[in-house]
Antibody, heavy 120, light 106 residues
Framework: QVQLVESGGGLLKPGGSLRLSCEAS????????MSWIRQVPGKGLEWISY????????HLADSLKGRFTVSRDNSKNLVFLHLNSLRVEDTAVYFC?????????????WGQGTLVTVSS | DIQMTQFPTSLSASVGDRVTITCRAS??????LSWYQQRPGKAPSLLIF???SLYTGVPSRFSGSGSGTDFSLTINGLQPEDFATYYC?????????FGGGTKVEI
């Protein structure tokens, strides 16, 4: 069945770096735009990034430009989120999500999320 | 960025009730509005896209309406598994933005 599985979260110190992965299965990965969305525990949802089907276009939340980047490997059905210069306020559960075919910015499939904790 | 405002932020209801949640966009978004359900400890799941289109597999007791700036999600005949937090989200422009959520409690 259609599935997204994130991995790579963990406990980091401020200033650290991390790469999150999201592995897709059950659908033709290269046919879909992908996004990352995060959620501070107990809070709402914040969209982070979007990557087009072939790796472009790429869009990032303005507040995260310069620290986060996104990439994908269609040969391995993977999308990545690269987090640099991490801050305490980046602590959140990070979800990858598949964009809809009709409306790419409507997210029809979500992974279970991976927790990133930034603390000294 | 387009701001999305949901109300109420929480509500109490009983099994079998009809519940309506409202979402307002800071500028017109046509029908580029999605609704998600998030149960505790789980990822969000898509309920409605295009303001009123039911996503595959979503029970018909869920319905969405609206266009422009004002939207609503209605649950007809609340079921025990519907007690969750609901989010609206505009999908017209980058960045996609979410409402603050509405928690539906028993």
């Amino acid at each position: 069945q259609v599935q997204l599985v994130e991995s790579g979260g963990g406990l980091l110190k401020p200033g650290g770096s991390l790469r999150l992965s999201c592995e897709a299965s059950g659908f033709t990965f290269s046919d879909y735009h992908m996004s990352w969305i995060r959620q501070v525990p107990g809070k709402g949802l914040e969209w982070i990034s979007y990557i087009g089907r072939s790796g472009s276009p790429i869009h990032l939340a303005d507040s995260l430009k310069g620290r986060f980047t996104v990439s994908r490997d269609n040969s391995k059905n993977l999308v990545f989120l690269h987090l640099n210069s991490l801050r305490v306020e980046d602590t959140a559960v990070y979800f990858c999500a598949r964009g809809g075919k009709v409306v790419p910015a409507s997210f029809d499939t979500w992974g279970q999320g991976t927790l990133v904790t930034v603390s000294s | 960025d387009i701001q999305m405002t949901q109300f109420p932020t929480s509500l109490s209801a009983s099994v079998g009730d009809r519940v309506t949640i409202t979402c307002r966009a800071s500028q017109t978004i046509s029908k580029y509005l999605s609704w998600y359900q998030q149960r505790p400890g789980k990822a969000p799941s898509l309920l409605i896209f295009g303001a009123s289109s039911l996503y595959t597999g979503v029970p018909s007791r869920f319905s969405g309406s609206g266009s422009g700036t004002d939207f609503s999600l209605t649950i007809n005949g609340l079921q025990p598994e519907d007690f969750a937090t609901y989010y609206c989200q505009q999908s017209l422009s980058i960045p996609p933005t979410f409402g603050g959520g509405t928690k539906v409690e028993i």
